[in-house]
């Protein structure tokens, strides 16, 4: 699985990261759960609240986006943008 993350400040990228994890035994859940969090830790961000609207975009469009109201702590970006790459 590989997983490309960016933080957006407006209409600028402020840092992009690919994460890439495989395990033959895991989920595919369990292995966007690894990836994801391994993907915030390499961009240095706390991991967001997951909602139901972001299982539904990522689910549609294997894709979606956390903003900075997601994070417990304060971010300094308008928000975090995860897409599933082939």
């Known amino acids: 699985m590989r997983i490309l993350g ?3 400040k407006g209409t600028t990228i ?3 990261k690919l994460v890439e994890k495989d395990d033959e035994n895991a989920s ?3 292995l966007l759960e690894t990836s994801f969090i391994a ?3 390499e961009l ?3 991991v967001p609240l997951w909602l139901k ?3 539904t975009e990522f689910v549609r469009f ?4 956390f903003t900075k109201e997601q994070f417990i702590e304060s971010v300094k970006f308008d928000r975090l943008e995860i897409k599933l790459e082939q």
């Open 44 to 46: 240095d961000v706390s």
């Open 62 to 65: 294997r894709r979606t986006s």
């Open 53 to 55: 609207r972001n299982t």
């Open 6 to 8: 960016k933080l957006i």
């Open 14 to 16: 402020v840092s992009e």
């Open 28 to 30: 595919f859940r369990e």
């Open 39 to 41: 993907l915030c830790k």
